[in-house]
């Protein structure tokens, strides 16, 4: 079978089954222009598969990505008889190891959402106020959203009289219902009773999130002005890990926060794990695991319970 179609397939296949594989189908696409758009499933080598994944620099990130697209879709063209066999070669050695989230103590935390720190940071920027960077960080870290999510939710999406976020088109193109607390409903509150302005796109889209014009926020715009109010609050990476901790980092921390508290309060952490799971939008247990970098003070809880079911003791229930 022609490669090209070999692909469409495959990307057909995984988007039927709840996947966005935005990533992964670019990623092939190039591929296919790199050895050609005619060419036969079977008729690609083991050096076309190495030229696209060396380019002209070290093995990267982004290298390991093009080989895990590859390897999924020849996977998927053998299973189906589009192909006999795979040219990927056959191992390249370990990949580099990536530096682990940072995890946000609460000091730094308070620094990030400090409000003096955060109009420093944005100075006279023309576009994107205080109030809705610091309702945007908020919402990361209080609801563990996505930056995708947080600012794709339009106002109607959000309902204070129960206190629930609608998160539509997520990761896995399903939409999920997220509770939120007292504290990140006196913020959202706050947030909806300013002025609304100019705060609509053009389709006529309300969103929570938005800038001074109602242009939805460009991840570009607020990555600069996160770089800026880390260095304003003195924020700053740990030993061993990141040097510059990053704006998902907060969602990792909101779930190590949840499970240090859990651990705190005695709760039957195992089966709590699940309701996690739910609420982050993963598919499966395994999407959560990555979140959950030990700390610590989160390793110092998990030992504690530990001892206590070793020893019998009644509140070993992690």
Known sequence: MKLGVAIEHYVEWRQAHGAKFTTARNLLRQFLRHVGDEIECDDISTDQVLSFLI???????????????LAGFWRFAISRDYAGSSPLPASEGPRPLLAPPHIYSRIQLQRLFDLRNIEIALGRAKQLDPITFRTLLLLLYGAGLRYSEA????????DMSTSVLTIRDTKFQKSRLVPFGLSLAKVLVDHLLQPAGKRYAKDGTAFLLSNRDGTRLASSTVQAAFDRLRRTADVRGSVGGRVAPR???????????RLTTWYRQGADVQRLMPVLSTYLGHSDLEGTKIYLTMTP?????????????AHGGDDARA
């Open 297 to 309: 003070e989160l390793l110092s809880q998990a030992s504690r319970r530990f001892a206590l079911y």
């Open 247 to 257: 704006l998902h980092d907060l969602r990792h921390t909101f779930a190590v926060h």
């Open 151 to 158: 600012t794709g939710l339009a106002r109607e999406n959000v």
């Open 55 to 69: 380019g002209q620099g070290p093995r990267t990130r982004h290298r390991d990505s093009k080989a895990y697209a």
